[in-house]
């Protein structure tokens, strides 16, 4: 007897249609009515995020993504109110609004009238007009948020920062780059220094601080107090941050990533810091500290041997220091070392010779390598991602 696919039971279709990108899924549905029932199974649309340009009014819109299941929503282009949205979507998990320029405090206000309970992650990224006053509503009614993304909202302030850590108790991960206002006072409140005012977001988990130039060593102080469960830090382009505040980071047992990346007052004395404390660091990023040398490579090697990646690209290093770092970090897998032109052919053979795990290497505008040396660190079993010489 021939078969064909159409006799297959819907259950093994939805499994089959699981495998498909978004745009298959969709063209599935419209082959017939039995592909169209399977292609609506909940299990085969399970996390995909529906990617909306909101123009005109669609009255089967957002009963067709509630009717799949979907649950997570990203708006390319907004041109309708976001209220449309909110009341659409009763079960709205995540809502990416990352670069919808024309989001306004007010557009906000409308949509979030009332308890969104929930609703999970908020992303507003490059959305420039939002302020504190948006973040007083979401403060209010998105009380279960654990993801929020404020990247390049240049008029928040630290009383926004205030009103998360008053109404945003679950809050896991928080990205605050390039917000330029905030201060160590901002900090603080996360941090619960105010217990008066806020208990803050002592549940922090991941912390983005990227480009926020205002901060000091007095924001690393209430981060070691108060964050006590951080794992991800980025304080790259901080540049009012010194040696001074590694000290106080130095004894966060949880964290695993520190990014550190272009802060100009960071050198050796900064790296002796963390590695003499108790970290048990994973990752670490001290790229452009044009103050880290050879000296950190033996402090890291002596404290932070745990690492599994270290970016030091443009870093003051030369063979000695890889010499005195690479014999006792074998769980080392990704090294970054592009732009460090003191590097040459025998730091490549050290660096083959002992880090036999390493699956990535940049060597971007080492200009002292040669051939040789390139021929040496590509036998290394585990590589598979080289970035070489320009």
């Known amino acids: ?44 649309w399970r996390g995909v995020e529906a990617k909306l340009h909101l123009r005109r009014a669609n009255p089967s819109l957002f009963p067709s993504l509630q009717a799949r299941g979907i649950r997570r929503v990203q708006i390319l282009s907004l041109r309708r109110s976001l209220s449309y949205v909110i009341q659409g979507m009763a079960n709205i998990e995540s809502l990416n609004l990352s670069g919808c320029y024309n989001l306004t405090d007010n557009g906000l206000g409308h949509a979030f009238v009332q308890e969104i309970g929930s609703l999970r992650a908020l992303n507003l990224s490059l959305c420039k007009q939002i ?85 000091t060593d007095l924001s690393l102080k209430h981060i070691s107090r108060g964050l006590t469960g951080l794992r991800l830090l980025n304080l790259s382009f901080c ?13 966060m047992g949880s964290l695993r990533s520190l990014n550190l990346r272009s802060c100009d007052n960071i050198s050796d004395t900064g790296i002796m810091h963390l590695a003499m404390g108790s970290l048990r660091l994973s990752g670490l990023d001290v790229s452009f500290c044009d103050k880290v040398g050879d000296q950190s490579l033996a402090y890291i090697a002596q404290g932070l041997d ?68 390139l021929e040496r660190i590509t036998q290394l079993p585990c590589l598979k991602m080289r970035i070489l010489l320009a």
């Open 1 to 44: 007897m021939e078969t064909h696919i159409s006799c297959l039971f819907p259950e093994l279709l939805a499994m089959i249609f699981g495998y498909l990108d978004v745009r298959d899924k969709g063209r599935a549905a419209q082959v017939c009515t039995a592909w169209r029932d399977a292609a609506y199974h909940k299990s085969v």
């Open 131 to 215: 302020t504190d006053s948006s973040l007083g509503r979401i403060a209010q009614y998105l009380k279960g948020l654990e993801v929020l993304e404020l990247g390049g909202c240049s008029n928040i302030t630290n009383t926004g920062l205030l009103l998360i850590a008053w109404g945003l108790q679950r809050l896991k991960s928080l990205n605050l780059r390039s917000c330029r206002h905030l201060s160590d006072v901002g900090i603080g409140h996360l941090a619960g220094m105010t217990r008066s005012a806020a208990e803050g977001c002592l549940g922090l988990e991941q912390l983005t601080l990227q480009d926020c130039q205002k901060l």
């Open 239 to 251: 540049g009012g941050i010194s040696d001074a505040g590694l000290l106080h980071l130095s004894h």
């Open 306 to 373: 745990g690492l599994k990646s270290l970016s030091l690209c443009s870093c003051h290093i030369s063979d000695d220091g890889i010499n005195r770092m690479v014999r006792q970090m074998h769980g080392l897998r990704t090294l970054n070392i592009g732009q460090c032109v003191r590097i040459t052919d025998k730091g490549l053979e050290l660096i083959a010779e002992h880090l036999s795990q390493l699956t990535g290497i940049d060597l971007y505008g080492c200009t002292r390598i040669t051939k040789r040396g």
